[in-house]
Each structure stands twice: as C-alpha cells, then as structure tokens.
Nanobody
Framework: QVQLVESGGGLVQPGGSLRLSCAAS????????MGWYRQAPGKGRELVAT???????NYADSVKGRFTISRDNAKNTVYLQMNSLKAEDTAVYYC???????????????WGQGTQVTVSS
C-alpha cells in the first residue's frame, strides 16, 4: 500500500508563512510528478503547484512569487513553502503524487488526507 501524509498546516496571520510537507510511504518503486492542490469552502479543488521528478515546476497564477514547491527524492517528500499568505489562501491543502509500486506497474494517482490552512487575523 501507499500513503501520502501531509503536515504543517495551521492558523497564520495575513502576511505570514507556513511550510507544508508531504511524505510518501509504503511499497514505492518510483514517483513521477508530485503536487499540491487546495479546496476552499464551497469551491472546487484547484491546482496550487506541481513538480516533476527532475525538478520542473508549475504554479497557479494566484500563488506565483509567493509559494515555492520543492521535493526531496531520497525522502519521497514534497514541500510547499507559503509566504505572504492572504485570507484567500485559506483552504484544505492536499498532496498528490503519481507513484508506481513495482518495475512493471503503471503509475497511479494518490492523494493525501489534506491539511487545513487558515489565514486570519
């Protein structure tokens, strides 16, 4: 089995920073793209940022220049550094990864359980 476990969410004031982490564990042969998505109350889930296995990144326009995604392939972990946080960044943040479990397995899409980020004074 494969698990994605997020950590680092919480309550922060506008203008503050948080760092989210997501560690993949279990029977893993290889991880391709990893990413972060978020879902605010009453809204659909949206892309925040993605990073490929070779480090290429992609960001939503709303977070460019404020958020930075990175990964540690040796630890099967992806990070999201969030700076200059705004009230509109409040959401549940979900980790996502494309993982294959054996050398002959296809890549499947896995999701974490989500971590709450609340930006409020």
């Amino acid at each position: 089995q494969v698990q994605l476990v997020e950590s680092g969410g919480g309550l922060v004031q506008p203008g503050g920073s948080l760092r989210l982490s997501c560690a993949a564990s279990g029977s893993i042969f290889s991880i391709n793209a990893m990413g972060w998505y978020r879902q605010a109350p009453g809204k659909g889930r949206e892309l925040v940022a993605t990073i490929t296995s070779d480090g290429s990144t992609n960001y939503a326009d709303s977070v460019k220049g404020r958020f930075t995604i990175s990964r540690d392939n040796a630890k099967n972990t992806v990070y999201l550094q969030m700076n200059s946080l705004k009230a509109e960044d409040t959401a549940v943040y979900y980790c996502n990864a494309y993982i294959c479990r054996t050398i002959i397995s296809p890549f499947y899409n896995y999701w974490g359980q989500g971590t709450q980020v609340t930006v409020s004074s």
